[in-house]
């Protein structure tokens, strides 16, 4: 009889994607700072492979548990570290009960203390769908078969 021993992964935290100048970030759980990095890395790849400001979009899952103070401000500081390569910043917060509802508010605030909240440049939503007539603005490219494109990937619910 043989036996076989069996390791789960735990599945990975983030996701990340590039449709047509769009780099979008998925969180499934708060980030740790190995995450942070990772991601980092990515969009710098990212914005390499333009040589232009990149619209991003961050999404938060519906069932993510809400970042503690060393993970928020790790996030921010992902965000300030990148702001030259990001010409607009769209933050998607999923689900639809009280508590995602009371987390939009307590983001706005904070986008609005910490100064990164712009209507010109950070807006915060609650559906996919909502983003892309911005997309379409800014960039001049289709902005519903982009947000189609990253439904299809798994980076926006």
Known sequence: MTAFATATAAPPNFKTGLINKVFF??????????????????????????RQQLSVVVTTGAKARVP?????????T?????????????????????????QRIIASAQLIVTRIYDNNYA???????????????????DGNRIIHDARLLGLVA
């Open 123 to 141: 807006r915060l939503h609650k559906k996919a769908d909502d983003i892309a007539p911005f997309l379409t603005t800014r960039l001049k490219v």
């Open 68 to 76: 503690n103070g060393e993970q928020r401000k790790g996030l921010f």
């Open 25 to 50: 970030i998925r969180w499934e759980q708060p980030p740790s700072p190995q995450d942070l990095f990772v991601v980092d890395k990515r969009f710098r790849e990212s914005y390499e492979a333009y």
């Open 78 to 102: 992902l965000l300030e570290n990148n702001r030259k390569y990001i010409c607009e910043l769209h933050l998607l917060m999923e689900g639809n009960e009280l508590q995602h509802n009371l």
